[in-house]
């Protein structure tokens, strides 16, 4: 069955530092997402993104995240510049449609900044 | 602002049980609701989908139904067992771009 994957599964870096996650959505899917889980809070929507373009993104996507579909198969999610508070599990997720389409998620990738 | 409550928080049952998880929401405008599952430490799985235009989805022991007038959907869990022990997320779509929010789950605990 197809699914969603992301690597790395933990990344730990300093503050200030740049880091790159990685996701291969599903292959027919066309519409991709990021969400966010600080630890013991509600899954956050980060931004969504379609035909190259964001969709939508949430006050937390600010001038720090950037996200870039670098080739046919994977979707990126850059922290410019990270602070001890996008300490999180972040999410990527896919789906055929957008709007009333299901999603599908990833495994996760645990981001801790030290 | 559309908020999205999951009740009761936890909840423990012993296996064979059926169960009710509520969700709520405040703003009835909404494209689908989506439910999914969590076990610790690892990603959101889905497990039904419900479009704005439909009442209830089934699938397995597993019934999601939706009233969008009263702000509130409730996921339905038949003869419970030990493996069903997860968190369970509820999440609205309130547009077409595909943002979902979530409620904060509901961690069940099934006993054998």
């Known amino acids: 069955e197809p699914e969603v994957t992301q690597t790395p599964s933990h990344q730990v870096t300093q503050m200030g530092q740049e880091v790159i996650l990685r996701c291969v959505p599903i292959s027919n899917h066309l519409y991709f997402y990021w969400y966010r889980q600080i630890l013991g809070q509600k899954v956050e929507f980060l931004v969504s993104f379609y035909n190259n373009e964001i969709s939508e993104k949430s006050e937390i996507f600010d001038d720090q995240f950037s996200v870039e579909r670098p080739d046919g198969s994977n979707f990126t999610l850059k922290i410019r510049s990270t602070k001890l508070e996008d300490s999180a599990m972040y999410f990527c997720?896919?789906?055929?449609?957008?709007?009333?389409?299901?999603?599908?998620f990833g495994p996760g990738t645990r981001l801790t900044v030290t | 602002k559309q908020e999205v409550t999951q009740i009761p928080a936890a909840l423990s049952v012993p296996e064979g049980e059926n169960l009710v998880l509520n969700c709520s929401f405040t703003d009835s405008a909404i494209y689908n609701l989506q439910w999914f599952r969590q076990d610790p430490g690892k990603g959101l799985t889905s497990l039904l989908l419900?479009?704005?235009?439909?009442r209830e989805q089934t699938s397995g022991r597993l019934n999601a139904s939706l009233d969008k007038s009263s702000g509130r959907s409730t996921l339905y869990i038949a003869a419970s067992q030990p493996g069903d022990s997860a968190t369970y997320l509820c999440a609205v779509g309130p547009g077409n771009t595909g943002k979902l929010i979530f409620g904060q789950g509901t961690t069940l605990q099934v006993k054998p």
């Open positions: 419900i479009q704005s235009s439909q």
């Open positions: 997720a896919s789906s055929v449609g957008q709007g009333g389409d299901e999603q599908y």
